[in-house]
């Protein structure tokens, strides 16, 4: 007799359990400067671990015993300004991967399907099994391996340099050269898309090997992919914090920055993307080894911040290489952010161009799914902010000015800044992907897919605008499409004038066939500046 009775939800593992089973994440909203400067005071104090920053909310991890502790700190305003995201962390943790144990003992081992399998489909979809779930390193470097061996012609297995802990920090090179044996006269451009700085986002892990998949089966398929492959060298990097990736598998998974040792034994690790040699944040007040967001002792002390910088001066210098792009994934809260990091005090040189291709990766990710990625510089994107109506002196009227509150944690020593300032890139992007804090760096697996088709879209988008091309390929088939992308911008930076939308129209192209696909439409984005 069928049993009529719905199934047991299924229960977390012992260790899980221990580590997580008394925490939760909280969701503050900043109404003032005050607020804002103690909520970051009483961060510092109690050591919380800050989910997310941004200009809408504060999400911070903390145990429930330490509530009253946070609450005893704070205004009276900000004691009922809070709701709760995750009431159980330790079962959200454990439902995002059931197959994750920490290779808990009393927990029976799980039956797994083949790791993964490789089709010679133009990209990934639901069908393939490596991007079910997600993926350990263990699996991973094999899975760059074999990509290495059935595509050779125009795929290569690199090394970035050695962690911490010894280990590669792998990449793949993905890119078609000239057959003839002569050093090419002028440099080849080179876009790098890299994740996993911060080790538990693991939603930035899968998302570039999602994004390399697809371009490394798309060359001879997809006309758009094709020409950029000829003209562009792409450098996927899954994971620059390998030792940390490998840590949230086996012992924590919300563990963030690398596993180096610090002065404080029992306090391990930097965060590598405040680690940078640009504008480094040196105050000792706020530079505690137990800070989740540690920056080291002094800049590029994080061993693979160093190997990064390292990499990349180097294929500048000696292997005839010239930056076109950085991207750099993280998760969450769905938004693209541009230089500077540090401040919003000094505007980026090339704020404009920066800004008209944020908004077409925004657009072209809306266009693939729907979902909306806002545009905002990193310093603004990090910090609680507000509108105030003030009085023009001059007219008597009132207007809304942009209040820019102080940042709840570090901003400066970011890639971002470095890759732009110092390496002198010229487009250079945070990519913070979904979602907007249901699951935070919890995501469950089932958004591999759409996440890594929306970041391949924008990968293409952001190849084609650099390679000078002002049309994009639809490949869903979106016909006539029309959307807004809109910008925000420090109240400092208010010179700079933009319509408030931009129009997109694309004609529907099958993507099949290179000799059969049909022209689309020119990208047309105009933009009227004030002077």
Not at 10 to 16: D, H
Not at 33 to 42: M, T
Not at 423 to 428: A, D, E, F, S, T
Not at 519 to 526: A, I, N, T
């Amino acid at each position: 007799m069928a049993n009529d009775h719905p199934p047991a939800q299924a229960k977390p593992p012992p260790k899980i359990v221990a580590r997580y089973g008394g925490d939760l994440v909280l969701r503050f909203r900043i109404k003032s400067s005050k607020e804002s400067e103690v909520l970051a005071e009483a961060i510092r104090v109690l050591f919380l671990d800050v989910w997310e920053s941004n200009t809408e909310w504060v999400d911070i991890r903390l145990s429930k015993a330490v509530v009253p502790s946070l609450l005893g700190l704070l205004p009276p305003s900000l004691q009922h300004a809070h709701t709760p995201l995750m009431h159980d962390l330790a079962q959200t943790i454990f439902e995002s991967n059931p197959s994750f144990t920490f290779n808990d003992p009393s927990t029976p081992a799980q039956q797994h399907s083949r790791p993964f399998s490789l089709s010679l489909r133009p990209s990934p979809d639901e069908s393939n099994i490596f991007f079910h779930e997600y993926q350990p390193l263990s699996v991973i470097v094999p899975w760059m391996r074999l990509l290495r061996s059935l595509f050779h012609t125009h795929v290569r297995l690199i090394s970035v340099g050695l962690t911490y802990e010894g280990r590669d920090i792998p990449a793949i090179q993905v890119g078609v050269h000239p057959t003839n044996a002569e050093k090419p006269l002028i440099p080849r451009k080179t876009i790098v898309v890299a994740g996993g700085s911060h080790a538990r986002e693991w939603i930035s892990t899968s998302t570039v090997n999602y994004v390399a998949y697809s371009f490394i089966t798309s060359y001879g398929r997809s006309r758009s992919i094709t020409k950029l492959l000829e003209k562009f060298d792409f450098v996927f990097i899954p994971t620059l914090n390998p030792d940390g990736y490998v840590y949230t598998w086996e012992s924590d998974r919300l563990w963030r920055k690398n596993r180096q040792q610090t002065a404080l034994r029992f306090c391990k690790g930097i965060d590598l993307d405040r680690s940078y040699g640009f504008q480094w944040d040196s105050d000792p007040s706020t530079n505690n080894p137990c800070s989740e967001s540690y920056s080291g002792e002094s800049p590029f002390e994080a061993v693979e911040t160093l190997r990064l910088a390292e990499w990349a001066r180097n294929e500048t210098k000696n292997n005839n290489v010239e930056f076109a792009g950085f991207l750099d994934l993280h998760s969450y809260s769905q938004r693209v952010l541009y230089p500077y990091s540090f401040s919003c005090e000094s505007a980026p040189p090339s704020l404009e161009n920066l800004e008209e291709l944020a908004i077409g990766l925004a657009k072209a990710i809306r266009m693939t799914s729907g979902e909306t990625y806002s545009v905002t510089s990193a310093c603004e994107g990090s910090a609680p902010t507000t509108y105030m109506d003030t009085l023009s002196a001059s007219s008597q009227t009132s207007k809304s000015v942009k209040a820019l509150w102080p940042p709840v944690e570090k901003v400066g020593g970011s890639a971002l800044d470095w890759f732009y300032h110092e390496l002198k890139v010229p487009y250079v992007y945070q990519l913070k992907l979904r979602d907007t804090g249901s699951y935070g760096f919890l995501l469950p697996s089932k958004h591999i897919v759409p996440t890594g088709k929306e970041a391949f879209s924008a990968v293409e988008y952001f190849g084609n605008f650099v390679a000078g091309k002002k049309d994009v390929e639809d490949s869903n088939g979106a016909k006539g499409v029309r959307d807004e992308a809109k910008i925000t911008r420090p109240d400092d930076q208010k010179n700079f004038k933009d319509d408030k939308s931009v129009t997109l129209e694309e004609e529907e192209d099958d993507g099949e066939d290179l000799e059969g696909a049909s022209e689309v439409k020119e990208w047309e984005l105009r933009r009227r500046r004030k002077r």
